[in-house]
Protein backbone atom coordinates (compact mmCIF):
# COMPACT_ATOMS: atom_id res chain seq x y z
CA UNK A 1 0.00 0.00 0.00
CA UNK A 2 1.44 3.66 -0.89
CA UNK A 3 2.09 5.91 1.91
CA UNK A 4 -0.15 8.69 0.74
CA UNK A 5 -3.03 5.73 1.08
CA UNK A 6 -2.21 5.28 4.78
CA UNK A 7 -2.13 8.26 5.44
CA UNK A 8 -5.13 8.92 3.69
CA UNK A 9 -7.02 6.29 6.20
CA UNK A 10 -5.08 6.28 9.44
CA UNK A 11 -8.09 5.61 11.26
CA UNK A 12 -8.20 1.81 9.76
CA UNK A 13 -4.61 1.77 9.01
CA UNK A 14 -3.48 2.56 12.56
CA UNK A 15 -5.03 0.85 15.84
CA UNK A 16 -5.71 2.40 19.09
CA UNK A 17 -4.77 0.95 22.31
CA UNK A 18 -5.85 1.58 25.98
CA UNK A 19 -2.45 2.99 27.93
CA UNK A 20 -3.14 0.55 30.55
CA UNK A 21 -2.97 -2.50 28.04
CA UNK A 22 -0.19 -5.20 28.90
CA UNK A 23 2.69 -6.52 26.62
CA UNK A 24 0.75 -9.38 26.01
CA UNK A 25 -2.83 -8.01 24.98
CA UNK A 26 -1.23 -5.53 22.96
CA UNK A 27 1.43 -7.81 20.47
CA UNK A 28 -2.12 -9.95 20.15
CA UNK A 29 -3.93 -7.00 19.17
CA UNK A 30 -0.60 -6.13 16.82
CA UNK A 31 -0.89 -9.49 15.14
CA UNK A 32 -4.40 -9.03 14.64
CA UNK A 33 -4.50 -6.14 12.68
CA UNK A 34 -1.08 -7.39 10.72
CA UNK A 35 -1.96 -10.34 9.67
CA UNK A 36 0.60 -10.70 7.13
CA UNK A 37 3.33 -10.12 9.53
CA UNK A 38 1.80 -13.40 11.79
CA UNK A 39 4.63 -15.20 11.77
CA UNK A 40 6.93 -12.45 13.35
CA UNK A 41 4.78 -12.11 16.13
CA UNK A 42 5.21 -16.09 16.72
CA UNK A 43 8.68 -15.65 16.54
CA UNK A 44 10.75 -17.21 19.49
CA UNK A 45 12.34 -13.66 20.51
CA UNK A 46 8.90 -11.80 20.60
CA UNK A 47 7.80 -14.81 22.76
CA UNK A 48 10.56 -14.05 24.91
CA UNK A 49 10.69 -10.17 24.92
CA UNK A 50 7.11 -10.11 26.00
CA UNK A 51 7.46 -12.59 29.06
CA UNK A 52 10.13 -10.52 30.53
CA UNK A 53 8.35 -7.51 30.19
CA UNK A 54 5.25 -8.69 31.64
CA UNK A 55 4.59 -6.71 34.44
CA UNK A 56 5.81 -3.31 32.62
CA UNK A 57 3.43 -0.31 31.27
CA UNK A 58 3.72 0.53 27.66
CA UNK A 59 5.59 3.73 27.98
CA UNK A 60 8.37 1.06 29.02
CA UNK A 61 7.76 -1.92 26.80
CA UNK A 62 6.58 -0.58 23.78
CA UNK A 63 10.61 0.96 22.52
CA UNK A 64 11.80 -2.23 23.61
CA UNK A 65 9.02 -3.81 20.98
CA UNK A 66 9.72 -1.34 18.12
CA UNK A 67 13.55 -2.35 18.91
CA UNK A 68 12.52 -5.76 18.92
CA UNK A 69 10.48 -5.17 15.38
CA UNK A 70 13.31 -3.77 13.50
CA UNK A 71 15.76 -7.11 13.65
CA UNK A 72 12.58 -8.24 11.40
CA UNK A 73 12.97 -5.51 9.03
CA UNK A 74 9.49 -3.84 10.40
CA UNK A 75 9.63 -0.54 12.69
CA UNK A 76 6.89 0.45 15.08
CA UNK A 77 5.19 4.36 15.46
CA UNK A 78 3.58 6.09 17.68
CA UNK A 79 1.04 8.84 16.03
CA UNK A 80 -0.43 12.37 17.80
CA UNK A 81 -3.45 11.20 19.34
CA UNK A 82 -5.96 13.77 21.90
CA UNK A 83 -6.40 10.89 23.84
CA UNK A 84 -4.77 8.51 26.37
CA UNK A 85 -4.78 5.61 23.74
CA UNK A 86 -1.51 4.89 21.61
CA UNK A 87 -2.41 5.34 17.80
CA UNK A 88 0.60 2.68 16.26
CA UNK A 89 1.49 2.15 13.30
CA UNK A 90 3.88 -0.61 11.41
CA UNK A 91 5.74 -0.19 7.98
CA UNK A 92 8.35 -1.93 6.51
CA UNK A 93 11.79 -0.47 7.19
CA UNK A 94 12.45 0.07 3.64
CA UNK A 95 9.84 2.78 4.02
CA UNK A 96 11.31 4.48 7.13
CA UNK A 97 12.33 8.06 5.02
CA UNK A 98 9.54 8.04 2.90
CA UNK A 99 7.08 8.12 5.59
CA UNK A 100 8.55 10.32 7.79
CA UNK A 101 9.09 12.81 4.88
CA UNK A 102 4.94 12.51 4.53
CA UNK A 103 3.97 12.97 8.01
CA UNK A 104 5.93 15.75 8.04
CA UNK A 105 4.60 17.63 4.95
CA UNK A 106 1.00 16.46 6.50
CA UNK A 107 2.26 17.74 9.85
CA UNK A 108 1.10 14.56 11.39
CA UNK A 109 3.66 13.91 14.54
CA UNK A 110 4.96 10.39 14.47
CA UNK A 111 7.13 8.56 17.18
CA UNK A 112 9.35 6.00 15.75
CA UNK A 113 9.74 3.44 19.08
CA UNK A 114 12.52 1.91 19.49
CA UNK A 115 15.26 1.70 22.64
CA UNK A 116 17.62 5.07 23.47
CA UNK A 117 21.13 4.50 21.79
CA UNK A 118 20.09 1.28 20.11
CA UNK A 119 20.66 0.82 16.68
CA UNK A 120 17.73 -0.60 14.43
CA UNK A 121 18.11 -3.93 13.91
CA UNK A 122 19.88 -5.39 16.98
CA UNK A 123 18.35 -7.12 19.59
CA UNK A 124 15.71 -5.39 21.96
CA UNK A 125 17.57 -5.05 25.83
CA UNK A 126 16.30 -7.35 28.48
CA UNK A 127 15.13 -6.04 31.60
CA UNK A 128 17.32 -6.95 34.61
CA UNK A 129 15.35 -8.94 36.55
CA UNK A 130 15.58 -11.40 39.36
CA UNK A 131 17.43 -15.06 39.12
CA UNK A 132 14.41 -17.43 38.93
CA UNK A 133 14.17 -20.02 41.90
CA UNK A 134 13.67 -23.30 40.90
CA UNK A 135 9.42 -24.56 41.27
CA UNK A 136 6.64 -26.63 40.38
CA UNK A 137 3.95 -24.57 39.03
CA UNK A 138 -0.03 -24.92 38.09
CA UNK A 139 -2.17 -22.41 36.66
CA UNK A 140 -4.75 -20.89 38.16
CA UNK A 141 -8.29 -20.12 36.06
CA UNK A 142 -8.97 -16.50 35.27
CA UNK A 143 -12.50 -16.67 36.58
CA UNK A 144 -11.27 -18.22 40.06
CA UNK A 145 -11.15 -16.60 43.73
CA UNK A 146 -8.87 -18.85 45.90
CA UNK A 147 -8.89 -18.36 49.61
CA UNK A 148 -5.95 -19.92 51.34
CA UNK A 149 -6.05 -21.72 54.38
CA UNK A 150 -2.62 -24.00 54.28
CA UNK A 151 -2.66 -26.67 53.30
CA UNK A 152 -6.08 -26.18 51.62
CA UNK A 153 -7.82 -23.58 49.64
CA UNK A 154 -11.06 -23.10 49.20
CA UNK A 155 -11.39 -22.20 45.21
CA UNK A 156 -14.57 -20.43 43.75
CA UNK A 157 -15.49 -20.82 40.23
CA UNK A 158 -17.41 -17.64 39.54
CA UNK A 159 -20.45 -17.94 37.32
CA UNK A 160 -20.77 -16.46 33.97
CA UNK A 161 -24.63 -15.46 34.69
CA UNK A 162 -26.25 -13.69 37.68
CA UNK A 163 -24.36 -13.41 40.86
CA UNK A 164 -21.11 -14.51 39.88
CA UNK A 165 -19.95 -15.42 43.52
CA UNK A 166 -23.41 -17.20 44.96
CA UNK A 167 -23.52 -19.37 41.71
CA UNK A 168 -19.85 -19.70 41.81
CA UNK A 169 -18.29 -23.79 41.71
CA UNK A 170 -16.79 -24.48 44.93
CA UNK A 171 -13.99 -27.17 45.36
CA UNK A 172 -11.62 -27.23 48.22
CA UNK A 173 -7.74 -27.39 46.89
CA UNK A 174 -5.34 -29.55 48.84
CA UNK A 175 -1.97 -28.89 49.12
CA UNK A 176 -0.83 -31.91 50.70
CA UNK A 177 0.25 -32.95 47.55
CA UNK A 178 1.86 -31.06 44.50
CA UNK A 179 -0.47 -30.75 42.43
CA UNK A 180 -3.10 -29.87 44.60
CA UNK A 181 -5.92 -32.10 44.45
CA UNK A 182 -9.61 -30.13 43.56
CA UNK A 183 -12.39 -31.50 45.44
CA UNK A 184 -16.19 -30.30 44.91
CA UNK A 185 -17.65 -29.49 47.61
CA UNK A 186 -20.77 -26.95 49.19
CA UNK A 187 -21.67 -23.62 48.39
CA UNK A 188 -18.94 -22.23 51.04
CA UNK A 189 -18.04 -18.76 50.70
CA UNK A 190 -14.97 -18.61 53.82
CA UNK A 191 -13.20 -20.86 55.66
CA UNK A 192 -10.78 -20.54 58.71
CA UNK A 193 -9.03 -23.40 60.73
CA UNK A 194 -7.84 -23.51 64.43
CA UNK A 195 -4.71 -25.31 64.85
CA UNK A 196 -5.03 -26.15 68.23
CA UNK A 197 -8.57 -27.89 68.25
CA UNK A 198 -7.94 -28.98 64.97
CA UNK A 199 -11.18 -27.71 63.88
CA UNK A 200 -12.76 -26.14 60.53
CA UNK A 201 -15.29 -23.07 60.55
CA UNK A 202 -16.54 -22.31 57.37
CA UNK A 203 -19.66 -20.21 56.12
CA UNK A 204 -22.48 -22.23 54.10
CA UNK A 205 -25.28 -20.43 52.00
CA UNK A 206 -28.11 -21.70 49.93
CA UNK A 207 -29.80 -20.88 47.07
CA UNK A 208 -32.20 -18.09 48.76
CA UNK A 209 -29.00 -16.49 49.98
CA UNK A 210 -28.93 -17.41 53.81
CA UNK A 211 -25.43 -17.80 55.29
CA UNK A 212 -25.30 -19.99 58.23
CA UNK A 213 -21.85 -20.72 60.26
CA UNK A 214 -20.72 -24.22 60.83
CA UNK A 215 -17.61 -25.81 62.41
CA UNK A 216 -16.15 -29.95 61.28
CA UNK A 217 -12.88 -32.05 61.69
CA UNK A 218 -12.55 -32.91 58.21
CA UNK A 219 -12.83 -29.80 55.67
CA UNK A 220 -13.01 -32.51 52.78
CA UNK A 221 -16.04 -34.89 54.30
CA UNK A 222 -18.46 -32.00 55.13
CA UNK A 223 -21.17 -34.74 56.60
CA UNK A 224 -21.04 -34.12 60.31
CA UNK A 225 -20.25 -30.59 60.59
CA UNK A 226 -22.59 -28.79 63.26
CA UNK A 227 -24.24 -25.62 62.87
CA UNK A 228 -23.01 -22.65 65.18
CA UNK A 229 -24.77 -19.35 63.56
CA UNK A 230 -28.01 -19.71 62.33
CA UNK A 231 -28.77 -18.50 58.56
CA UNK A 232 -31.45 -16.78 60.44
CA UNK A 233 -28.73 -14.43 61.66
CA UNK A 234 -28.25 -12.35 58.62
CA UNK A 235 -24.70 -13.47 58.55
CA UNK A 236 -22.76 -12.45 54.87
CA UNK A 237 -21.24 -15.17 53.37
CA UNK A 238 -17.88 -13.71 52.55
CA UNK A 239 -17.44 -12.77 56.38
CA UNK A 240 -14.52 -13.30 58.16
CA UNK A 241 -14.72 -16.01 60.47
CA UNK A 242 -11.73 -15.48 63.29
CA UNK A 243 -10.82 -17.99 66.34
CA UNK A 244 -10.66 -16.67 69.73
CA UNK A 245 -9.61 -19.67 71.69
CA UNK A 246 -12.46 -21.96 71.20
CA UNK A 247 -15.19 -19.10 70.06
CA UNK A 248 -15.65 -17.53 66.83
CA UNK A 249 -15.97 -13.94 66.08
CA UNK A 250 -17.41 -12.91 62.71
CA UNK A 251 -16.86 -9.77 61.49
CA UNK A 252 -18.80 -8.23 58.24
CA UNK A 253 -18.79 -4.52 57.38
CA UNK A 254 -20.53 -2.68 60.21
CA UNK A 255 -21.82 -5.76 62.18
CA UNK A 256 -19.99 -8.36 64.44
CA UNK A 257 -21.56 -11.80 65.73
CA UNK A 258 -19.63 -13.76 68.67
CA UNK A 259 -20.19 -17.67 68.92
CA UNK A 260 -19.49 -18.67 72.59
CA UNK A 261 -17.29 -21.78 72.22
CA UNK A 262 -17.74 -23.26 69.13
CA UNK A 263 -17.28 -27.02 70.67
CA UNK A 264 -20.27 -26.54 73.22
CA UNK A 265 -23.13 -28.86 72.16
CA UNK A 266 -25.37 -26.19 71.64
CA UNK A 267 -23.54 -22.96 70.94
CA UNK A 268 -24.94 -19.75 71.34
CA UNK A 269 -24.24 -16.90 68.37
CA UNK A 270 -25.36 -13.71 68.96
CA UNK A 271 -25.33 -10.00 66.99
CA UNK A 272 -23.26 -8.06 69.34
CA UNK A 273 -22.18 -5.21 67.18
CA UNK A 274 -23.74 -2.69 64.84
CA UNK A 275 -23.04 0.33 63.39
CA UNK A 276 -25.14 3.11 61.19
CA UNK A 277 -23.35 4.47 58.67
CA UNK A 278 -23.79 8.46 58.78
CA UNK A 279 -23.61 10.71 55.25
CA UNK A 280 -19.65 10.85 56.07
CA UNK A 281 -19.39 7.45 56.49
CA UNK A 282 -21.67 6.27 53.47
CA UNK A 283 -19.02 3.57 52.58
CA UNK A 284 -18.84 0.06 54.57
CA UNK A 285 -16.08 -0.62 56.98
CA UNK A 286 -13.60 -3.30 56.64
CA UNK A 287 -13.16 -4.77 60.06
CA UNK A 288 -9.94 -5.59 61.27
CA UNK A 289 -9.14 -8.73 63.22
CA UNK A 290 -6.25 -8.19 65.69
CA UNK A 291 -4.39 -10.51 68.34
CA UNK A 292 -1.62 -9.18 70.42
CA UNK A 293 0.69 -11.74 72.10
CA UNK A 294 -0.52 -11.34 75.33
CA UNK A 295 -3.87 -13.41 73.58
CA UNK A 296 -5.67 -10.10 73.43
CA UNK A 297 -8.43 -9.43 71.05
CA UNK A 298 -9.12 -6.22 69.07
CA UNK A 299 -11.26 -4.91 66.09
CA UNK A 300 -10.66 -2.24 63.83
CA UNK A 301 -13.62 -0.84 62.11
CA UNK A 302 -13.43 2.75 60.47
CA UNK A 303 -11.40 5.05 62.33
CA UNK A 304 -11.59 3.12 65.39
CA UNK A 305 -10.14 0.40 67.68
CA UNK A 306 -12.59 -1.89 69.99
CA UNK A 307 -11.78 -4.14 72.61
CA UNK A 308 -12.65 -7.49 72.81
CA UNK A 309 -13.90 -8.26 75.88
CA UNK A 310 -17.14 -10.28 77.75
CA UNK A 311 -18.19 -10.99 74.08
CA UNK A 312 -18.43 -6.96 73.50
CA UNK A 313 -16.70 -4.86 71.87
CA UNK A 314 -15.46 -1.88 73.71
CA UNK A 315 -14.57 0.94 72.06
CA UNK A 316 -10.70 2.68 72.89
CA UNK A 317 -9.14 4.77 70.91
CA UNK A 318 -9.06 6.20 67.19
CA UNK A 319 -6.56 5.49 64.47
CA UNK A 320 -6.52 7.83 61.27
CA UNK A 321 -7.15 5.22 58.84
CA UNK A 322 -10.84 4.19 57.94
CA UNK A 323 -9.58 0.64 57.19
CA UNK A 324 -6.78 -1.39 57.75
CA UNK A 325 -4.79 -4.06 56.01
CA UNK A 326 -3.95 -7.17 57.82
CA UNK A 327 -1.92 -6.68 61.14
CA UNK A 328 0.28 -8.98 63.20
CA UNK A 329 1.42 -8.21 66.91
CA UNK A 330 4.51 -6.91 67.83
CA UNK A 331 4.13 -7.09 71.70
CA UNK A 332 2.14 -8.20 74.48
CA UNK A 333 0.35 -4.45 73.71
CA UNK A 334 1.54 -3.69 70.54
CA UNK A 335 0.57 -4.54 66.28
CA UNK A 336 2.24 -3.59 63.29
CA UNK A 337 0.51 -2.84 59.65
CA UNK A 338 1.59 -1.27 56.50
CA UNK A 339 0.08 1.50 54.84
CA UNK A 340 1.77 3.38 51.65
CA UNK A 341 4.59 2.24 51.43
CA UNK A 342 5.18 3.26 55.27
CA UNK A 343 5.38 0.15 58.36
CA UNK A 344 3.43 1.39 61.34
CA UNK A 345 3.40 0.01 64.59
CA UNK A 346 0.75 1.00 67.07
CA UNK A 347 1.16 0.56 70.94
CA UNK A 348 -2.50 -0.04 72.54
CA UNK A 349 -1.51 0.51 75.89
CA UNK A 350 0.14 3.71 75.26
CA UNK A 351 -2.39 4.84 73.00
CA UNK A 352 0.89 5.89 70.38
CA UNK A 353 1.80 5.33 67.10
CA UNK A 354 5.67 5.24 65.07
CA UNK A 355 6.14 4.30 61.53
CA UNK A 356 9.35 3.92 59.12
CA UNK A 357 9.22 3.80 55.67
CA UNK A 358 9.92 0.43 53.77
CA UNK A 359 11.50 0.66 50.59
CA UNK A 360 10.22 -1.49 47.69
CA UNK A 361 6.11 -1.24 48.17
CA UNK A 362 3.16 0.65 47.58
CA UNK A 363 -0.70 0.93 48.33
CA UNK A 364 -0.84 -2.58 47.84
CA UNK A 365 1.41 -4.28 49.77
CA UNK A 366 0.43 -5.88 53.29
CA UNK A 367 1.69 -7.63 56.03
CA UNK A 368 1.45 -11.52 56.90
CA UNK A 369 2.80 -13.94 59.75
CA UNK A 370 4.53 -16.39 58.15
CA UNK A 371 6.41 -18.20 61.09
CA UNK A 372 6.97 -17.84 64.94
CA UNK A 373 10.25 -16.12 63.34
CA UNK A 374 9.28 -14.48 59.78
CA UNK A 375 6.63 -12.30 58.58
CA UNK A 376 6.36 -11.81 54.91
CA UNK A 377 4.96 -9.06 52.79
CA UNK A 378 2.81 -9.46 49.85
CA UNK A 379 1.41 -7.24 47.50
CA UNK A 380 -2.17 -7.40 45.83
CA UNK A 381 -1.87 -6.41 41.80
CA UNK A 382 0.34 -6.97 39.04
CA UNK A 383 4.02 -5.95 39.44
CA UNK A 384 6.75 -4.42 38.10
CA UNK A 385 10.87 -4.05 38.56
CA UNK A 386 10.17 -1.00 40.81
CA UNK A 387 8.34 -2.88 43.24
CA UNK A 388 9.52 -6.13 45.48
CA UNK A 389 7.22 -9.10 44.72
CA UNK A 390 8.34 -10.57 47.96
CA UNK A 391 10.08 -9.27 51.13
CA UNK A 392 10.63 -11.25 54.64
CA UNK A 393 10.61 -9.51 58.14
CA UNK A 394 12.58 -10.75 60.68
CA UNK A 395 10.95 -10.20 63.83
CA UNK A 396 13.43 -10.24 66.29
CA UNK A 397 16.31 -8.76 64.88
CA UNK A 398 14.63 -6.78 63.05
CA UNK A 399 16.45 -7.17 59.48
CA UNK A 400 14.45 -7.60 56.42
CA UNK A 401 15.74 -9.60 52.52
CA UNK A 402 13.76 -9.21 49.56
CA UNK A 403 12.54 -10.99 46.30
CA UNK A 404 12.15 -8.61 43.29
CA UNK A 405 10.77 -9.56 39.54
CA UNK A 406 11.55 -12.48 38.18
CA UNK A 407 12.36 -15.18 40.58
CA UNK A 408 8.78 -16.56 39.71
CA UNK A 409 8.93 -15.49 35.96
CA UNK A 410 6.62 -12.46 35.05
CA UNK A 411 4.59 -13.19 38.15
CA UNK A 412 3.67 -11.38 41.42
CA UNK A 413 2.88 -13.39 44.96
CA UNK A 414 -0.49 -12.74 46.64
CA UNK A 415 -0.08 -15.18 49.62
CA UNK A 416 2.18 -17.56 50.84
CA UNK A 417 1.95 -20.77 52.76
CA UNK A 418 3.75 -23.67 54.70
CA UNK A 419 3.30 -27.76 54.35
CA UNK A 420 3.93 -29.86 57.20
CA UNK A 421 6.95 -30.71 54.88
CA UNK A 422 8.54 -27.26 55.09
CA UNK A 423 7.84 -26.72 51.66
CA UNK A 424 6.45 -23.60 50.92
CA UNK A 425 3.39 -22.71 48.31
CA UNK A 426 3.18 -19.01 46.66
CA UNK A 427 -0.13 -17.95 44.82
CA UNK A 428 0.02 -15.03 42.49
CA UNK A 429 -3.39 -13.76 40.60
CA UNK A 430 -2.73 -16.71 37.51
CA UNK A 431 -0.38 -19.01 38.99
CA UNK A 432 0.71 -21.23 42.17
CA UNK A 433 4.12 -22.16 43.25
CA UNK A 434 5.80 -24.73 45.06
CA UNK A 435 9.13 -24.09 46.52
CA UNK A 436 10.91 -26.72 48.26
CA UNK A 437 13.34 -26.15 50.92
CA UNK A 438 12.82 -22.84 51.10
CA UNK A 439 13.97 -21.40 54.08
CA UNK A 440 17.23 -22.67 53.06
CA UNK A 441 17.10 -20.72 49.89
CA UNK A 442 16.16 -17.10 52.12
CA UNK A 443 19.30 -16.73 53.49
CA UNK A 444 20.54 -15.84 49.88
CA UNK A 445 18.11 -13.46 48.99
CA UNK A 446 19.12 -9.91 49.02
CA UNK A 447 19.59 -7.38 51.67
CA UNK A 448 17.39 -4.85 52.46
CA UNK A 449 18.02 -1.69 54.43
CA UNK A 450 15.46 -0.01 56.12
CA UNK A 451 15.27 3.27 57.49
CA UNK A 452 14.96 3.67 61.76
CA UNK A 453 11.62 4.20 63.35
CA UNK A 454 10.10 7.99 64.30
CA UNK A 455 10.48 6.72 67.57
CA UNK A 456 12.33 4.66 69.63
CA UNK A 457 10.73 2.32 72.02
CA UNK A 458 11.50 0.57 74.72
CA UNK A 459 11.07 -2.91 75.20
CA UNK A 460 7.83 -4.11 76.73
CA UNK A 461 7.56 -5.62 80.45
CA UNK A 462 5.65 -8.26 79.76
CA UNK A 463 5.90 -9.48 83.30
CA UNK A 464 7.24 -13.00 82.61
CA UNK A 465 11.06 -13.43 82.37
CA UNK A 466 10.21 -16.99 80.84
CA UNK A 467 8.36 -15.91 77.85
CA UNK A 468 9.64 -14.29 74.73
CA UNK A 469 8.32 -12.88 71.95
CA UNK A 470 8.66 -16.36 69.85
CA UNK A 471 6.65 -18.16 72.34
CA UNK A 472 4.55 -15.75 72.72
CA UNK A 473 3.64 -15.73 68.93
CA UNK A 474 3.71 -19.69 69.44
CA UNK A 475 0.57 -19.59 71.36
CA UNK A 476 -1.29 -17.02 68.51
CA UNK A 477 -0.39 -19.79 65.86
CA UNK A 478 -2.47 -22.27 67.99
CA UNK A 479 -5.65 -20.24 68.15
Known amino acids: MKLSQIFNDLDHQCIDIDWKTEIDDMVYQLAYHWKVWKKVFEHEDIRSLVENYQSEVPMDYLPALGQELSVHNLLLYQLHTDSDSYRLLIIEMTDKESFENEAKNRKVKVWLLKQSRKKLSSKATRLNLA ?8 QVDDRDMVFYSFPFALQLRLADKGNAILNAKCSILDFRVFPPVSSRTAQLGVISYNEQLKLWAATFYDSKDKTSVRVGKDILDLSDWREVASSELGI ?193 HEMIFKVQDFFTKLKSFEEMKVEDWTEKWPDENDGSESTGIVDRIKALFRN
Request: glycine fraction near 4%.
Open 131 to 138: NRLPYEAV
Open 236 to 428: NSLSSLNWVNESLLILYEDYAWFVDSATANRPVCEKIFSRERDRTNSFAARPRFIRTLNGETYVHMSFQVYHLKKNKLIPLFKLNEKDLPECIATGNNRFTYLNKGRQVEVDIKERKIRSRPVPGQDNSSSIHQLTTKWAVVTRFGYTNREIDILQFWHIETDTWQRLKLGAFGQYGITDVGITKDNDVILAG
